[in-house]
C-alpha cells in the first residue's frame, strides 16, 4: 500500500535535514529519508570531527613552542584522547539517534533505508524491512550528497587505502601518510596526523 505524504526529502545531510526540518515545522507532512546517518558527512567524518583533530595538533605545536620562550617542555604526541573525544562527543560512536529524534521533535518523520524516484511524486525506500512506496502530494526534495571519490591511479585498487571517513573513524595512527587531495578535507586531518604520527611523519611523506 502507497503512502501518503506531501514532501519526501531524498537525503538527510546538512541541506536535506535542514530543508525537512524546516518543512516540517510548517505544519508539512514531511518524510525524511537517510540510507546512513542523518547528518550526513559534516558531523561524521568532515567538519566537526576534524576540527577537534586540528584542536590537538594546535595544542602539540604550542607545547613544543614553549622552550627558548617560556620554559620548558616535553611533549608526547598520544592518538588516543583524540579519537576517544571523537567518539564520545562528536560522533557518539557513529549513531545518529540524536538527529533522527531531532527531526521526529520536529515533527517530521523518518525512514531508514536507499530511495529511489519510480514515478512522477514516487518513491520507492528499500528497507530492512522490504520495500516502501511514498507518493508526495507536493514535491520530492533530492539531496542525495557526495561520496569519497577514488581516483583512478594504477595499483591503487590492490592497496588498503583510506577515505576520509576512515581516516577520522582511526583509532591508531599510521607510521606514514601520503594525502591526495587538498581541499578542506585533505587538508584537515593530514596535520593531525602528521603530528602524531608513531614515526613523525615528514612533510614530504604527508603531503
Known amino acids: 500500500m502507497d503512502e501518503r505524504t506531501d514532501v519526501v526529502v531524498i537525503g538527510m545531510g546538512p541541506g536535506g ?23 550526513g558527512e559534516c558531523p561524521y567524518w568532515g567538519c566537526v570531527p576534524s576540527k577537534m583533530m586540528i584542536r590537538a595538533a594546535g595544542l602539540l605545536a604550542e607545547a613544543r613552542r614553549i622552550p627558548g620562550m617560556a620554559g620548558a617542555s616535553t611533549v608526547t604526541p598520544d592518538w588516543g584522547p583524540v579519537a576517544a573525544r571523537i567518539r564520545a562527543e562528536a560522533t557518539d560512536s557513529w549513531n545518529d539517534k540524536v538527529a ?15 530511495a529511489r524516484i519510480t514515478a512522477p511524486g514516487e518513491v520507492t525506500v528499500d528497507t530492512a524491512g522490504g520495500a516502501r512506496v511514498f507518493r508526495a502530494r507536493r514535491g520530492v526534495v533530492i539531496a ?56 613523525g611523519c615528514s612533510p614530504g611523506r604527508a603531503s
Open 144 to 199: 542525495t550528497g557526495t561520496e569519497p571519490a577514488v581516483p583512478p591511479i594504477s595499483g591503487l585498487a590492490g592497496t588498503p587505502y583510506w577515505t576520509n571517513r576512515e581516516a577520522i573513524e582511526t583509532e591508531e595512527v599510521p607510521q606514514s601518510l601520503i594525502v591526495l587531495g587538498g581541499g578542506a578535507i585533505g587538508a584537515r586531518p593530514k596535520s593531525p596526523k602528521q603530528a602524531s604520527c608513531s614515526r
Open 17 to 39: 535535514e535542514d530543508a525537512a526540518g524546516q518543512l516540517a515545522e510548517a505544519g508539512l507532512h514531511v518524510t525524511g529519508i537517510e540510507a546512513r546517518l542523518v547528518g
Open 100 to 114: 533522527v529524534d531531532r527531526f521526529t521533535g520536529k515533527g517530521g518523520h523518518f525512514v531508514r533505508g536507499r
